[in-house]
């Protein structure tokens, strides 16, 4: 598994994200924040592992750990569909938006976010939107649960096959499940 | 005339900072350095400055200055060029006339920004002064020690943006008024729209890029010579839209993206490369193929000797012989008889050779695929290559020509591939059914708008009752093919919008069919009218979507037009619900476009790879105080909502679009009739495509009455859960001067 930017091309950040070796760091990173959120884009549907979809994996997930989910694009309708229903949803630019935003209370109105966990957008867009917050949100940590090494975030897992990826996601799940 | 003509780059500073104000920079800088000096490269992230003490924001507007003023500088340049040669042909006193007595505002832009009321192309020449004055000011403001701040970029940007349509504007009124293009025509005729139109027993003559100049002269020697029916001249990118609105039978292959296809299926006989959007390789894809090429602009040389002023036959018989690849020639006369000449020659020797392989040549070759991702990785659209390699390499090119549809063109696959396998062409091999049955129609681009149809359609637009004009313009870096780009239009053109193309997406509109087999412009009008379907024409006819903009507010609403651009503006800003999406944009040119429309108060969507221009402009519906007006009639403050909620923004899917695009056409002018018809389509958009009801319905109901009849109860809920309170309807403006009597 490699941390290269998975685009070849995106190697201009001169900070780069520490990567995730294993399931159990993301999982031990995510229990220290007080305020996560994951924030799911439209490849959620998109992706396939093991014959499930990308965002049955992110519904375990959120079930079991209980963070918020808020959805971009379109793709709140696929969560309802499932009977999971997210905390929110609005584009991927709004979402961005608010979270450099250090007077913005959240979905809930409980307070900021201090961990901003991404996941199933384009690259690129996924990219420029945590590079944003890597200048912009200096309070806020970001986490990429792709299998593509985002080199702006805070962590990222490595570029990883998809068994390793859905590996990954089910670890990340089973850590969590039965402990809240 | 109006406070404002000829504005320099701080005269509307005002304005913009009162846009930015409620339309923030969400900046996402990509590159964290700045290299454009030599103190640097400076290391400018999250709050570190640069030793010219530039910050990061102030960095990242200012890559949207440069951007756009490459984009403006191209169009204007391109006119500029063009006017040259016009003046040169036709005489400074040749009259302008875009649309006989059909149209009395002749150059709305122009007379908006410049207060010049242009009637010869003379006249055009002074415009032009102006604008070359102004983009190299605001080119000046980039240099290192200028400007400093990011909303002062930001307001030079939208400086040269408003620059840009004027440039688009003067290129397009002047060549409408001399070549003969339709003028303002609903009714334009249909043109031949994809590879498979082409008549490929015929020498054929491509050209690509955006000025047609060079195209007029092998269109005029080749009727002047009689063998207009002997050969095809084929457009690809903004020149097609021009060939074919100057000549019934030439032919728009496509856009930009298509260069590589054409080219490497071995269609054409001779290239002839004028400037914008051409590839810089196009030459050592030509020479592989022994096509000949002739370069025919300044600004693209390639590297040519300039043969200008060598007798056409030895540069014929140079080219025919492959003695020399190609050849620049500067005058567009000389250039219509080369090649015209040469593809005559040369057609019947290359007898439409092609390098592609044959289909299980591929099957051999994918077997030396490495699976090491590298192509998938080089990929702007992701494409699952490796994937189609390893299926290919066992025999099943069906995921190889699915990618056929979704390829843009770009090549970077083959760069990257360590194995040297010609990627992109195995993608043409195995969709070769596909391209030559790419048998399409387009509107041929009309021109501007009418006056008599901004007449007719001033009132509902204003009111509401026409739901919006959506201006589909711009190119074809599409995430995931064209289809998208004919979906939307079809949605809103059905739902009575009026939607305006130009471009490659007014190409891409017209390249797939419904059901009865029919293209959109076969399926909708022409017109400027609830349910048509424009194509305005090239890139530099999008100043006519603008231009129609600001029509509605002086012919419609009788507001002064020369020199009185705030004004007008704001008038667009409250009034007009009319949305940009540049699905595919790529260029600087259109980050002018773009900004133009911005300045204007006109929001622009972009599809993801839009995120690329590093800098969004958002409102936040979250909060009232941001959204309120003056009402013109009693000054007070009125709270509009987000009417509309963004400037700029980049949507991730089409569907995504398709609400964003009904949302943003809400305007705070909107009768309770036309709110009610707004907010029926968005309602109807967000449950399709989102599966639920909007969550913000009740920043949108000012009165019970906006609220449309047949969701009552539904809009009743969200209203009692958000704790809805009626809200005045105003006569809203942004502008103090506006307000008719001061409040005690």
Redesign the interface.
Known sequence: MSCEP????EV????KANPIPKPEVAVALIKKATRPILVA??YATDRWMEGRQLIDFLIDFARASKVPIIA???I???F??RGYEPAG?M????I???L??PDWQGLDGKGPYDLAMFVG?????E???I??L???A?NLKTMTLDNLYHAHASWSFPNATLEEWAKSLTVMTSKFEGVQ | MGPTPMPSMSTLRDWDLKLLERYKPFYMPDCDLCCLCTFGKCDLTAGKRGACGLDIGAQSSRIVLLACCIGAATHTAHSRHMLHHLIEKYGRRYPLDIGGLNIKVEAPVTRLVTGIRPETLGDLEDVLSYAEEQITQATAVAHTGQEGNNLDFESKAFHVGMIDHVGMEVGDIAQTSTFGFPKADPEAPLVSLGIGTVDTSKPVIMCIGHNVVPSVGIIDYAKESKVDDKIEVVGLCCTAHDITRYYNRGRIIGPISWQLRFLRGGFADVIVLDEQCVRTDITDEAIRLFVPVIAASEKNCVGFKNRTNDPSDEIVADLINAKVPGVLILDPEKVGEVAVRVAQKVAPIRRKFNNLPQLEEIKKLAKSCRQCNLCRRSCPQDLKLPQALKAAAEGSLSELEELYEYCIGCKRCEEACPEKLSIHSFIVKTGWKHMTEETNLCRCGRGAVQDTEIRNVGSPIVLGEIPGILAVVGCSNYPKGGKDVYDICREFATRRYIVATSGCAAMTAGSYKNGEGKTLYEEFPGGFEAGGVLNTGSCVSNAHIAGAAIKVANIFAKRNLRGNYEEIADYIYNRLGAVGLAWGAYSQKAAAIAAGFWRLGIPVLVGPHGSKYRRMLLGREDKPEDWEVYDARTGNKVNVGPAPEHLFQTVETKEEAMVAIAKLCIRPNDTWKGRSIKLSHYVDLHKRNYGTMPQDLHLFVRTLADVPMTLKDEFAKILEANDWKEKVIPDPTLLPRMIRKMKE
């Open positions: 998975w685009q070849c091309a201009s950040s001169t900070k884009g439209s971009t694009a379109h709140v309708g696929e309802l569909k949803f584009s991927a630019m709004d961005g938006n608010r450099v935003d957008m384009p690259y690129y867009m990219g420029l939107i590079c944003g890597k200048h912009f200096p």
